[in-house]
């Protein structure tokens, strides 16, 4: 069994352009969060923890932020391709366990629809994903609910021959 841990953050984009997309979902009434592809925090997150447990590097290494290629891109094939590698590479998800930190919008109501949204992606059974939100208390720029930050941690198992 191989654990990686994961985190990103991102700002609201001032201009209220868009939806805010979290998880894989679209969560209604709050602003679009900034970002080279969709800027989903949490689903980067996540995508930098499976890498992370197969020593495979950061979501940078795989999709730079700076190409192209990735402007605008859905996260969640980002975390396709980065399930795919994890599994050529001779491992499989075991679980996932990610936290959102967010002043604004309340998520409660979310999460059940972010957990079946990453556990579809990642092809596994939505009892292997566990989705949490808090607060943080008001301080700094999470606090001040100018940013949503995500953490996450990935177990992998090694496939035996």
């Known amino acids: ?16 352009a868009g939806g805010l997309r979290l998880g894989g979902i679209d969560v209604p009434g709050a602003e679009r969060l900034d970002g080279h592809s969709d800027g989903d925090a949490l689903i980067h997150a996540v995508i930098d923890a499976i890498l992370g447990a197969a020593g495979e590097g ?9 190409d192209a290629e990735w402007r605008g891109i859905d996260s969640r094939e980002l975390l396709r391709r980065a399930e795919k590698l994890v599994v050529s ?16 919008p309340r998520l409660a109501d979310h999460i059940p629809g972010m957990r079946e949204s990453i ?20 301080l700094g720029a999470i606090g001040a609910g100018e940013a949503v930050a995500a953490m996450a941690v990935a177990l992998l198992d090694e496939d035996v021959p």
């Open 89 to 104: 590479r001779g491992f499989h998800i075991h679980n996932i366990d990610a936290t959102v930190i967010a002043e604004r």
């Open 1 to 16: 069994m191989r654990i990686g841990q994961g985190y990103d953050i991102h700002r609201f984009l001032t201009d209220g």
């Open 119 to 138: 556990a579809r992606t990642l092809a596994v059974e939505p009892s292997r994903v566990n989705v949490k939100a808090t607060t943080n208390e008001g």
């Open 58 to 66: 950061d979501i940078g290494r795989h999709f730079a932020p700076g």
